[in-house]
């Protein structure tokens, strides 16, 4: 059964990596492989396809595939290489970690460089190709241990050390949207959820004005409490009749308000754009 994703592969595997019964009568781990390679996907395949308890749900040849496939089967496990085109396999992670349930990420790749990145990342193992069936199995029962666990420990879907990623992932009703970080004009925040305002709509994301404040603090300003504007969309700062300041964007709607407490920080800014 194969199924088209613009921009990659994306392959829903009906049956395939089921081998024998699970130990102990444990659930079988939902599995998603994502390699840009098909020989690295067939050896690990193959390699799964030889443990008990393993289901492979989806195979992916890139980062953005590999979220979809998540959105879409909710795996405990994913095989994520590195060096993808696109989104790669660490920025892949970044996302990951914000999904709930969380699954657990497993790095297979043909460089031993990235391993700090990797761990940064949150990854319960990291496999240097090729990969031998002795490390996968180790790292599959780290992999169930996390998955054990994660409903008693939950992550806060705010772990993303390392460089800035180049898009925000939103989620809606089991969709899933990529959204470039370059297209996005203003973030405001609205009760548990921010509201990403970019150039083909807006997108809810489950992620703290503060967190993305602090990731992507180069690019985007804080003009209120509950809202950040892309440096780029400053047009103009413009006091009304009331003593009130409002900024004026490229492509807002609608003036935004600035809040006393960022209004001298901010004419600063918009000096120097």
């Given amino acids: ?37 098909p020989l690295a996907r067939e050896r690990l395949r193959a390699l799964l396809a030889a443990l008990p308890g393993m289901d492979v749900v989806a195979e992916a040849a890139d980062g953005r595939e590999a979220l979809h496939a998540c959105a879409d089967h909710n795996p405990d496990v994913v095989l994520l290489d590195i060096a993808m085109p ?59 241990t996390f998955v054990a666990g994660r409903d008693r420990a939950p992550g806060t879907g705010e772990e993303n050390p390392g460089k800035s990623r180049t898009h925000l992932c939103a989620r809606l009703r089991g969709s899933l949207r990529l959204i470039p970080i370059e297209d996005v004009h203003y973030l405001q925040a609205e009760e548990k959820y921010v509201v990403v305002h970019h150039a083909r709509g807006e997108d809810l994301v489950e992620e703290s ?65």
Avoid: W
């Fill in 1 to 37: 059964m194969a199924s088209a994703r613009a921009g990659g592969y994306y392959r829903p595997v009906a049956d395939a990596g089921r081998a024998g019964t699970c130990r102990e009568g444990a659930a079988p781990l939902k599995v998603v492989i994502a390699d840009d390679e």
């Fill in 86 to 144: 696109g989104i790669d396999g660490l920025e892949a992670a970044r996302h990951l970690a914000a999904f709930e349930p969380r699954p657990a990420v497993i790095f297979c790749t043909a460089y031993d460089a990235h391993a700090l990145s990797a761990f940064e990342a949150a990854a319960v193992d990291y496999l240097v190709k090729p990969v031998r069936a002795e490390r996968l199995q180790a790292a599959l029962e780290r992999a169930r």
């Fill in 209 to 273: 004005l503060k967190s993305l404040e602090e990731e992507f603090g180069d690019r985007f300003v804080r003009i209120h409490r509950n809202c950040l504007v892309a440096r780029h969309e400053f047009m103009e700062l413009r006091r009304d009749a009331d003593g009130h300041v409002h900024a004026i964007l490229r492509h807002g709607k609608q003036p935004l308000e600035v809040s006393r407490r960022c209004v001298a920080h901010l004419r600063e800014t918009v000096r120097h754009l």
